[in-house]
């Protein structure tokens, strides 16, 4: 059974960086490729980044280019998402999500989110 | 990117009535491999989205009856054929044909 188990709410102060991680239980890193998620406060679902299993790489939306980075640990199963030079508009609920094999093209395993407010 | 468009934005349905919600893709989500990849999600109040459907028209496991998906090409289509209480949320469709992924503006089910 897959459970991705988040770390805790974050406040930062513009400009600051936030990492946040997702712990993977029931499969390994290598075998099911981590996304990430955010949802601004009463705003719909933003996909953030992932691994595109097609070739291996790590792949970020556009906007967000320069300032996400991606990275895991195999030896602890847990990914991290990292997000730099904050503004009040990253304030969100942050989510990792999964696809139930390496292939997988829905995300089938959420975390329980992982709140980021930017707030000086 | 694939522009997802969903309609309505808000819906108000009374126990046992049905509901049905559109999703319009700006592109196909007919890939070369021969499967659409057109997903459903619902997020109930206060918790993380959740799979209902997957490739337009198959149920997640745990998934009731009562919800079904179809449509083709661009144009698809949830419905669920008895609103029940424990369906409230917002549903949103997904496409996974290209990155980025990206998501419908989201529907908003509600009780009468």
């Known amino acids: 059974q897959v459970q991705l188990v988040q770390s805790g709410a974050e406040v930062k102060k513009p400009g600051a960086s936030v990492k946040v991680s997702c712990k993977l239980s029931?499969?390994?890193?290598?075998?099911?490729?981590m996304h990430w998620f955010r949802q601004a406060p009463g705003k719909g679902l933003e996909w953030m980044g992932g691994?595109?299993?097609?070739?291996?790489?790590?792949i970020y939306a556009q906007k967000l280019q320069g300032r996400v980075t991606m990275t895991e640990d195999t030896s602890t199963d847990t990914a991290y998402m990292e997000l730099s030079s904050l503004r009040s508009e990253d304030t969100a609920m942050y989510y990792c999500?999964?696809?139930?094999?390496?292939?997988?093209?829905?995300?089938?395993?959420w975390g329980q989110g992982t709140l980021v407010a930017v707030s000086s | 990117d694939i522009v997802m468009t969903q309609t309505p934005l808000s819906l108000s349905v009374t126990p046992g009535q049905p509901a049905s919600i559109s999703c319009k893709s700006s592109?196909?989500?007919?890939?070369?491999?021969?499967?659409?990849?057109l997903y459903w999600y619902l997020q109930k109040p206060g918790q993380s989205p959740q799979i209902l459907m997957f490739?337009?028209?198959s149920r997640f496991s745990g998934v009731p009856a009562r919800f079904s998906g179809s449509g083709s090409g661009t144009d698809f289509t949830l419905k669920i054929s008895r609103v029940e209480a424990e369906d409230v949320g917002v549903y949103y469709c997904?496409?996974?044909?290209?990155?980025?992924?990206?998501f419908g503006q989201g529907t908003k089910l509600e009780i009468k």
């Open positions: 490739e337009v028209s």
């Open positions: 029931g499969y390994t890193l290598t075998e099911l490729p």
């Open positions: 997904m496409q996974g044909v290209h990155f980025p992924r990206t």
């Open positions: 691994l595109d299993p097609e070739n291996g790489e790590k």
């Open positions: 592109q196909s989500l007919l890939h070369s491999d021969g499967r659409t990849y």
């Open positions: 999500a999964t696809p139930p094999h390496y292939n997988g093209r829905a995300f089938d395993y």
